[in-house]
């Protein structure tokens, strides 16, 4: 039988009593529950009774309640579903990392905001609220604010192929703010950074970052790199390892070989002579044997080497009790991330005239707007050089005249 509820209004809120279906034991039981579902507007703080609109809205809430076919799996929390279904799903499907950042930002961002809500219970409105919560409290990029309206519409449209929810996803319709701020400022490493790394880093951070910034592979991809992939002229890449996890490479345009200078080739012939020549395994690895992870590498090699103090000479790590303040040699290369070096690997050819595709074809990426929108950069010496061009042509229009 269906249900029409009754609105109350308690404080500056407006309530939604009904009679609802819970797992408990195992079992489903009926029982009555309250719902906040609108504030109550300036223009109704007299009203007794709710206005049209709210009573709209009780409706539309009320609506998957009454459709539902109760089943102890339709009437799970988000947090029993995520936990139990999603995510054994999803490590099935998809990429180690995007898994790992999906679990980051369910745990941080969305749990506490909507873990407590049963999947019938989750509404557009809900989403749209999520959403505007996060960007008001959290200093996120538009960008990112798509990826949690993605992961969350991806969780919904997991449960209707599981027939737990009819009808439309309700992330579908969700906005963004327009007042999240842009797209975050990425950067790419110019060839004298690189060279500045190459001349102070020890081994294995140098010839890590050779390949980074020569062959522009991604960071799981060079954590996967094997000895069997590199023949002296090119690296194979055939994997991808992400938090210890070993996974295709992103996509089927990132499986391809990729061409080694001889700068590069250089590097890693006399990194595997030091090595012992060994034949097979992982060409970065521990001291067990297993692939290296470059994030460790980061702090406990490059970080130090990078940060030094201009007045001692010490590292930031172990600078207290130096006596002074750190002040940072600014001689020294900044470190800007492992994808700077891709981005500055697509940069420094473009800069040398290699054309858009065949930078595509390098950075292995399934389409040239991709290459061309986030990975080839404008550098300032290049803006001042096309400046000094245009005024050279109109000087000499100027002289014909």
């Given amino acids: 039988m269906k249900q029409g509820g009754y609105i109350f209004r308690k404080g500056n809120t407006w309530f939604l009593r009904f009679r609802d279906t819970f797992v408990e034991g195992g079992r489903l039981v009926r029982t009555q529950v309250a719902r906040k579902i609108a504030p109550v507007e300036p223009e109704h703080m007299r009203l007794k009774r709710p206005p049209q609109s709210v009573q709209e809205i009780a409706e539309g809430y009320l609506r998957p309640v009454n459709d539902s076919k109760f089943t102890p799996e339709s009437t799970q929390t988000l947090t029993t579903f995520v936990k139990q279904v999603y995510f054994p799903y999803a490590k099935t499907q998809k990429r180690a990392s995007t ?34 919560d996060i960007a008001r409290k959290n200093e996120l990029s538009r960008a990112t604010l798509k990826q949690f309206k993605s992961f969350l519409s991806a969780i919904f449209k997991h449960a209707k192929r599981l027939g737990l929810l009819d009808g439309e996803n309700p992330m579908r319709d969700v906005s963004i703010p327009k007042s999240a701020r842009g797209k975050a400022v990425t950067f790419a490493s110019s060839l004298e950074e690189i060279q500045g790394m190459l ?33 002296g002229k090119q690296l194979n890449v055939e994997q991808s390892i ?70 001692c000479g010490k590292s930031e790590v172990k600078h207290d009790g130096a006596g002074h303040d750190f002040l940072r040699d600014e001689s020294r290369p900044n470190w800007r991330g492992w994808h700077s070096f891709r981005r500055g690997l697509a940069t420094n050819l473009h800069a040398i005239g290699v054309d858009d595709l065949t930078i595509q074809r390098i950075l292995r990426h399934c389409n040239v707007q991709v290459t061309q929108q986030s990975y080839i950069k404008t550098l300032p010496q290049q803006v001042t050089d096309a400046m000094d061009q245009l005024s050279a042509k109109v000087t000499a229009g100027e002289s014909v005249q």
Avoid: M
């Fill in 99 to 132: 898994t790992v950042t999906d679990r980051s930002r369910w745990h941080t961002h969305l749990k506490p905001r909507c873990g407590n809500i049963r999947l019938p219970e989750f509404r557009t409105v809900t989403g749209e609220q999520l959403i505007a």
């Fill in 199 to 231: 001349r102070i880093l020890p081994e294995p951070s140098r010839t890590v970052v050779a390949v980074a910034a020569y062959a522009g592979l991604r960071r799981g991809e060079i954590q996967g790199l094997r000895w069997e992939h590199y023949n």
């Fill in 242 to 311: 992400w938090e210890g996890i070993a996974a295709d490479p992103k996509s089927e345009s990132s499986k391809a070989p990729v061409p080694v200078i001889s700068a590069l080739a250089k590097s890693l012939d006399h990194f595997k002579l030091v090595q012992g020549n060994p034949a097979d395994g992982p060409i970065f690895r521990t001291s067990t044997g297993s692939a290296l992870r470059l994030n460790n590498l980061l702090r406990s090699q490059i970080l130090p080497v990078l940060n030094r103090c201009e007045t």
